[in-house]
Nanobody, 123 residues
Framework: VQLQASGGGLVQAGGSLRLSCGDS????????VGWFRQAPGKEREFVAA????????KYSDSVKGRFTIARDRTKNTVDLQMNSLKPEDTAVYYC?????????????????WGQGTQVTVSS
């Protein structure tokens, strides 16, 4: 599995960005996918996850109601729509494919990780 995260950039507070996680080898269609983020000097933290068929999602409390994770079967991607962005959302965002079909918030449930994409929210 080779995951690619894209869509990061610089945005003002209150703005929106859409991140996309692609799988060039088309092998994560049966696995859960999660998004995590890591700010400078901090631990990598869970953001959102979706199960294998898109029927179940989970979010961290800090992004619930602002971010939406969804699978796009036609493009074989998992997208993270981020609205109402705040400066504290600034981080490198990583996508990861889980070891099974579920959606998990624990990092050790994920086997494959993408390279990360930078999101910067200015105040």
């Amino acid at each position: 599995v080779q995951l690619q995260a894209s869509g990061g950039g610089l945005v003002q507070a209150g703005g929106s960005l859409r991140l996309s996680c692609g799988d060039s080898r088309r092998t994560f269609s049966n696995n859960g996918v999660g998004w995590f983020r890591q700010a400078p000097g901090k631990e990598r933290e869970f953001v959102a996850a979706v199960n294998w068929n898109g029927g179940y999602t989970k979010y961290s409390d800090s992004v619930k109601g602002r971010f939406t994770i969804a699978r796009d079967r036609t493009k074989n991607t998992v997208d993270l729509q981020m609205n109402s962005l705040k400066p504290e959302d600034t981080a490198v965002y990583y996508c990861a494919s889980s070891r099974s079909s579920g959606a998990y918030s624990e990092r050790n449930e994920y086997r494959y990780w993408g390279q990360g994409t930078q999101v910067t929210v200015s105040s």
